[in-house]
């Protein structure tokens, strides 16, 4: 194990998943618990991550120097590369020039994190203050223009610190540093994969459960199948997943969802179908604004899972599908700053009453789901599943959600799915689907003046759907969908294209 200590970058999960992508496991501890969780688990390394804040102000994260007694390498990036020269005896200040961006840095090649590295790299840059002293015992392996110091070492206790960011992308050889860390300084054998993680979390929930009772929200998306799944294998029919349909869900999609999670299907669980469309329905007539929706569905979903919890009985475990993203932009990731609360995380715990929360793929990224899914054996359409939001069509309804609108919604967005999966371009694309607007416009239709909705297609390429590009679908296929939707739904009259990327649109239209 590399264990990545947390001091409130926002970058932090993204240094875990490098690690996972050389075949060697890591997980993330906030900096508060890391002495602790370093006795425990004894990891083959340690690496601090970046974070907001000025090492030599009062109030700062930091670490107690005894971590670096342990005799377990340690790389420090960006803040931890600063706190780690302020610990040891040297000194931190605000730089002369501040660095943002992509830098050219000029690296020691004698250096073993730089080994295959080119002389000059172009790396990732995100800071204010600068190392204007190195520790005693420390030597400079790496400089730009305006970084002196920017990446120091002492090979011989094992500790090396980066002013650059190696687990961004935007550093070319970033991947290249970080596994020269956990192969050469650290002498990880690289042979984790992903068949462990599912084992080894199978095991440990069995272990963990015991012969208690768990739940699990189920809504057949990736994330909540994967951890269902999980639990079926680790507890079997101590396991009751409730599956609530809202009556917001895309066509067939409940039907498709009990298929493979009822009685009918492979898994050893309870499963229970709850259908509250109408009073979905009902609570949702009238409203308009986005948030509002999004409040009403969040908390009418509490209270159907709320009754269909108390009819099971005493529950010792809930399970949530939570995936890492959804930790980071709901503002529970671990030390860094909230950027989006719209998120399903932290909605129903307060709700039921149990023992404990199991959240078997918090430290995962999405396409890490996809694969452990596909360890599990969950068939591929599931695991391949485009994200569907949990309020689900409302927010792909402009304006008030009636019963009408939502079959609009479902006919022309499943004709749209249809077509793409015919072109055979579902692989390239993140996310695709229709949105109903709210304007009505003229059209003609035989000879007849209509007066009829337009809908919205909406397909984007993305790797964390926190920023997003519009897609290029084909004219043709536009073309195809187009023509079908107007034919084949209803009070449909027009068909238009979102161009808009994300920032500063976003995925959804609400
Ligand atoms: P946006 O629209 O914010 O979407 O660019 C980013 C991703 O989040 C999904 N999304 C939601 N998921 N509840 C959810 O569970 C929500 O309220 C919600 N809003 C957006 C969206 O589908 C996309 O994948």
Request: aromatic fraction near 6%; charged fraction near 20%; proline fraction near 0%.
């Given at each position: 194990t590399i264990l990545v200590v947390d001091f409130g970058g926002q970058y932090n999960q993204l240094i875990a998943r490098r690690v996972r992508e050389c075949n060697v496991y890591s997980e993330i501890v906030p900096y508060t618990k890391a002495l602790e969780a370093i006795r425990e688990k004894q990891p083959k390394g340690i690496i601090f991550t970046g974070g907001p804040?000025?090492?030599?102000?009062?109030?700062s994260p930091t670490i107690s120097p005894e971590v670096f007694e342990q005799g377990i390498p340690v790389l420090g990036i960006c803040y931890g590369s600063q706190l780690m020269m302020h610990l040891l005896g040297g000194h931190v200040c605000p730089a002369p020039e501040r660095e943002y961006g992509k830098t050219e840095v000029t690296v020691d090649l004698s250096s073993k994190l730089f080994q295959d590295v080119h002389e000059k790299t172009v790396c990732w840059m995100s800071h204010n203050d600068y190392i204007e002293r190195v520790a005693p015992g420390f030597t400079i392996s790496a400089h730009t223009d305006n970084c002196p110091a920017a990446a120091v070492e002492c090979p011989e206790r094992n500790l090396y610190a980066v002013q650059f960011h190696p687990e961004v992308l935007h550093t070319q050889e970033g991947t290249k540093m970080l596994s020269n860390f956990v192969y050469r300084v650290c002498g990880c054998a690289g042979t984790w994969k992903m068949d462990s993680f599912v084992e080894n979390t199978v095991r440990a929930l069995r272990e963990k459960i015991g012969d208690g009772k768990v739940l699990c929200a189920l809504s057949g998306g990736v994330d909540s199948s994967v951890a269902a799944v999980m639990l079926a294998k680790a507890v079997g029919r101590q396991l009751t997943c409730v599956f609530v349909d809202h009556g917001l869900l895309r066509k067939n999609e409940s039907e498709e969802v009990s298929a493979v999670f009822g009685p009918d299907g492979p898994y050893d669980l309870n499963f229970v179908r709850v259908d509250a469309r109408q009073r979905f329905y009902d609570k949702l007539a009238g409203v308009e604004e986005p948030e509002n929706k999004r409040k009403i569905i969040g908390q009418e979903f509490i209270r159907v899972f709320e009754e269909e919890a108390k009819k099971i009985g005493r529950v010792d475990f809930l399970v949530q599908g939570t995936i890492y993203p959804d930790v980071v932009e709901s503002g529970f990731g671990g030390e860094s700053t909230v950027i989006?609360?719209?998120?399903?995380?932290?909605?129903l715990p307060d709700y039921v009453d149990f023992k404990e929360i199991v959240e078997p793929l918090r430290d995962l990224f999405k396409d890490e789901v996809r694969k452990a899914g596909r360890e599990l054996g969950i068939p591929e359409y599931l695991v391949n599943r485009q994200p569907f939001p949990g309020p689900g069509l409302a927010i792909r309804i402009i304006g008030e959600v009636t019963p009408e609108k939502i079959k609009m919604v479902q006919d022309a967005d499943a004709i749209y799915r249809e077509e793409i999966a015919n072109a055979g371009i579902a692989d390239e694309l993140g996310q695709y689907f229709a949105a109903l607007t709210n304007m009505r416009s003229v059209g003609v239709m035989g000879d007849e003046r209509t007066y009829d909705y337009a809908i919205a297609l909406r397909a984007v390429t993305t790797t964390d759907f926190m920023t997003a590009e519009s897609a290029q679908i084909p004219w043709e296929v536009l073309g195809k969908v187009t023509s079908r939707i107007v034919n084949e739904v209803p009070h449909i009259n027009r068909v238009l294209y979102d161009c808009t990327g994300k920032p500063p649109a976003t995925i959804e239209w609400e």
């Open positions: 804040n000025s090492v030599y102000l009062e109030d989006k609360s719209h998120h399903n995380v932290g909605g």
